[in-house]
C-alpha cells in the first residue's frame, strides 16, 4: 500500500507543470490610438508603473483633474482642468483586462505629458473626446463600464452605460 501510495505521488508530481496558467485574460498586444488632445494606449506594463507610482512625482509634474465625464454610446467626452499656459496631451492608460463583471469593466488611468508650462495664474477646461469605437479592439456590443483613475490623485470615477457625472 505505502509504495502505490509513493508512485501515485510521484505520478502526481511530475505531472504539474511550471508554466504560468494564472496569466491575466486580456489583449495579447499593445497598441496605441490618437485624436485630437489625447492618446489611447493599450499596454499592460504601462498600466502597472502607473498603478504602482500612482502620485509619483516624477509622473506628475501638472496638476489638472476632471470635471465632467459624459458618455453616449461609443463617444466618451472628458472635460478636464489645467493650469492655464500648459501645453501637451492627456493620455489614457488601459491594460487590455476586461473584468468579468455584469456589465464588463475597464479601468484607465489617465494621465498628463504636458511639453511646458508658460507661468500664469488661473485654469483652462479642455474638452477631450475620445471615439471608443476606434479605441477599443474588440469591444462588447453591449455598453461596457468605464472605471476612470485620475494617476496624479486618488480620486476615480465609474461610468456606468451612458453616464453623465459633473464634478
Known sequence: MSSAFRFLLLLFLCSCSVSDSDAPYGLDNSYQVSGVGYRFTVN?????????????????????????????????????????????????????????????????YLTGMFTGCVGGTGTELDTVQIDLAKAVLSAPKDLFTIYIREHCSFRDFNCEGNCEVSI
Open 44 to 108: 499592460q506594463a504601462k498600466y502597472q508603473q502607473l498603478d504602482f507610482n500612482r502620485k509619483g512625482l516624477e509622473l506628475c509634474q501638472v496638476n489638472f483633474e476632471i470635471k465632467g465625464i459624459k458618455r453616449e454610446g461609443s463617444e466618451l467626452t472628458l472635460q478636464i482642468e489645467r493650469p492655464k499656459g500648459c501645453a501637451g496631451i492627456y493620455e489614457l492608460v488601459w491594460d487590455g483586462i476586461w473584468q468579468e463583471s455584469s456589465p464588463r469593466r475597464m479601468q484607465l
